[in-house]
């Protein structure tokens, strides 16, 4: 088989870290090649340096036959590497057509002048291409996380590359975009692009590759043909072990007891039409679905006092609250694990103690003066309960894995001792070892007597978690699924706005 982009023994060293330790690689024209391996495992190393963001300490690396060593993702892109960042670079005060086209302007003739004609029409055709809904006139600051990353990825295609490396693309992108970026990845590989695709869902690898090359600790862990793909010997390869199989968990019901958390008729600003009534008792993992856009964040962040409610309810052990914000609603016993952790959820440039005492601070302080001692010992009791990985409690959190970062967050509520907890997309950019990690955590809370209210746009996440499946569509609950009725196609005909009847089943 040809080979058009190859690596040979890569080594990339950070101070203290050895972040490719001899990592080899290859990809053939018109080939979809799989990257996979659990947050730290080197794959964004690697990406970098086929991009040009990182050069190696040591390997080689070849590009149709020669030796390839881009000094920028400018100098990679103009030989025909392009990389599509999963976390987006976008200029958010220009047009679609703008960021797409930005550092390679078409100009008219001599002139310093940008032909914005040619421009718009290479922007619309990208746009075309990967399935956007929206022109290329559009500004990128009015876009939807998901229409961002349409224009990332447009912005890989208009420039002709050989070679696309695509980083998580479906990360924020809705069903019906993930579907036509399939598409698109299938189009390439018959146009003879070679395409490098890495992604934490294990489905999307089992639908789209033609191999993949496994990374653990900076190390080959394996390789996998076509025939050999399967989600357990990915898994395997990444954590190297077996993953065990979930423990079985009485599902919450009546015998429950009363609700800890009821909406009744609650109704969020996001949405002034529709109202929501809903009930999670002790014990209960209730998972909210429904396509973006559908009201799960919005409705959450209703219930924690991000948002005033229009009107209704929101009843915590039997007892009316309104809550002014979240510190009245972390008073009340909630406790909220955002969407998006490093925006919302954490001080990236403090450390584990800081960041796990956060909810706590007013125990632990007294006429503004903290008790360092007692943070340190909440710190280090989270640490150990929750398992997370790191040098020790001072650790700069933005050294850390998602999954470790999402258990800091987890562990500053648990620290509080809620009786509700709120979770938001719980296990987003986290990669399949920490996947399970968290899903064994949630499920020994539930099983503690733990309420909790998650929302999760992952199917395989909302099948295996939720005692029950509330399904929103433009903010208004369609139906609940009862866990033996909650399937894929039940759950996405309520999530698109259908109605289903059947015993165990609600529809509103």
């Known amino acids: 088989m040809t080979t058009r982009l190859s690596a040979r023994g890569l080594v990339r060293r950070f101070p203290g870290v050895l972040a490719l330790g001899g990592v080899d690689l290859d990809a053939g024209p018109g080939e979809v090649v799989a990257l996979v391996g659990e947050n730290g495992a080197g794959k964004s190393t690697l990406l970098k340096c086929l991009a040009g963001l990182e050069q190696p300490d040591e390997g080689s690396m070849t590009y149709e036959g020669g030796a390839w060593a881009p000094r920028s993702t400018a100098d990679a892109a103009s030989g025909g590497v392009a990389l599509v960042h999963q976390e987006l670079c976008l200029a958010e005060n220009l047009s679609a057509a703008e960021n797409i086209g930005l550092g390679r302007e078409p100009r008219r003739g001599w002139m310093p002048l940008v ?14 291409r990967v399935g956007a809904t929206f022109g290329p006139d559009v500004k990128v600051e009015t876009l939807a996380a998901g ?16 070679v696309l490396i695509l980083d998580e693309p479906t990360s924020s992108l809705t069903s019906r975009e993930t579907a036509r970026l399939f598409e698109l990845v299938h189009q390439l590989r018959a146009d003879d692009i070679t395409v490098l695709y890495v992604s934490h869902r294990l489905t999307e690898i089992l639908e789209l590759a033609d191999r993949a090359f496994v990374l653990r600790d900076g190390q080959n862990a394996g390789h996998l043909t076509r025939d050999e793909l399967t989600r357990d010997a990915m898994v395997r390869m990444m954590v190297g072990r077996d993953l065990a199989p979930p423990a079985a968990r009485a599902v919450a019901g009546e015998a429950a007891g009363a609700p800890v958390l009821e ?24 998972g909210l679905a429904g396509l973006v856009g559908a009201g ?11 948002r005033a409610p229009v009107s209704g309810e929101v009843r915590v052990e039997g007892q009316p609250r309104r809550f002014r914000g979240p510190r009245d609603a972390a008073a009340a016993g909630l406790a909220l694990v955002p969407e998006d952790r490093k925006l919302q959820g954490l001080l990236l440039e403090e450390g584990v103690r800081v960041n796990t005492a956060l909810a706590t601070l007013d125990r632990r302080s007294r006429r503004g003066i903290v008790d360092r001692a007692a943070e340190r010992e909440v710190a280090a009791a989270q640490v150990d309960r929750l398992g997370v990985r790191t040098s020790g409690i001072e650790q700069v959190v933005q050294t850390l894995s998602g999954g470790n970062q999402q258990k800091v967050v987890v562990g500053r509520w648990l620290a509080a001792e809620p009786a509700i907890l709120l979770m938001d997309e719980p296990t987003r950019g986290v990669d399949v070892g920490a996947r399970e990690e968290l899903y064994l955590l949630l499920e020994r809370l539930a099983a503690e007597g733990l309420a909790v209210l998650f929302a999760s746009s992952d199917m395989e996440e909302l099948l295996r978690l939720a005692d029950r499946v509330v399904v929103l569509h433009d903010g208004q609950v369609t139906g609940t699924l009862d866990r033996s009725l909650a399937t894929e196609e039940a759950v996405m005909e309520l999530a698109t706005g259908g109605g289903l009847e059947a015993e165990g089943s609600t529809t509103i």
């Open 296 to 306: 799960r964040t919005e409705l959450l962040e209703t219930v924690f006092g991000l």
């Open 147 to 162: 229409q961002r990353q349409l224009v990332e990825i447009a912005k890989g295609i208009d420039q002709d590359a050989r």
């Open 115 to 128: 032909d914005r004609e040619v421009l718009r029409e290479r922007a619309a055709h990208a746009l075309e």
């Open 263 to 286: 909406l009744k008729e609650l109704v969020s600003d996001a949405f002034p039409a529709a109202a929501v009534d809903l009930q999670v008792r002790p014990g209960e993992l209730v």
